[in-house]
């Protein structure tokens, strides 16, 4: 059974920094997602490993301030924000899908078969 396990959320000051982290079981996977939403907004991607040979996503709202990475020998999955804004104020999801190439459906949460249980962020100004 698929199990993502996050942590790293918290409370931090504008221009702070965070780490999330995600711990798959179960089964590997080729496409990490990290999504986030707002209150009243909707639930969007802000930064992905699109598949095996596909290209690492970033949000414009993110780049330059926020980094994905991977440890393949932990099955883990991190984000590191820097820089943060009281705009990056969310719960962080992170999610995983089956599908391993790269296509504009990656984008939508619907395409994504597990998801993590959530870990709040917010930025204080």
């Known amino acids: 059974q698929v199990q993502l396990v996050e942590s790293g959320g918290g409370l931090v000051q504008a221009g702070g920094s965070l780490r999330l982290s995600c711990a798959a079981s179960?089964?590997?996977?080729?496409?990490y997602a990290w999504f986030r939403q707002a209150p009243g907004k909707e639930r969007a991607v802000v930064a992905a490993?699109?598949?095996?040979?596909?290209?690492?996503y970033y949000a414009d709202s993110v780049k330059g301030r926020f980094t994905i990475s991977r440890d393949n020998a932990k099955n883990t999955v991190y984000l590191q924000m820097n820089s943060l804004k009281p705009d990056d104020t969310a719960v962080y999801y992170c999610?995983?899908?089956?599908?391993?190439?790269?296509?504009?459906?990656?984008?939508?949460?619907?395409?994504?078969?597990?998801w993590g249980q959530g870990t709040q962020v917010t930025v204080s100004s």
């Open positions: 999610a995983v899908t089956t599908q391993s190439y790269y296509s504009s459906s990656l984008y939508f949460r619907n395409t994504y078969n597990y």
């Open positions: 179960g089964r590997t996977f080729s496409t």
């Open positions: 490993f699109w598949g095996s040979n596909g290209p690492i």
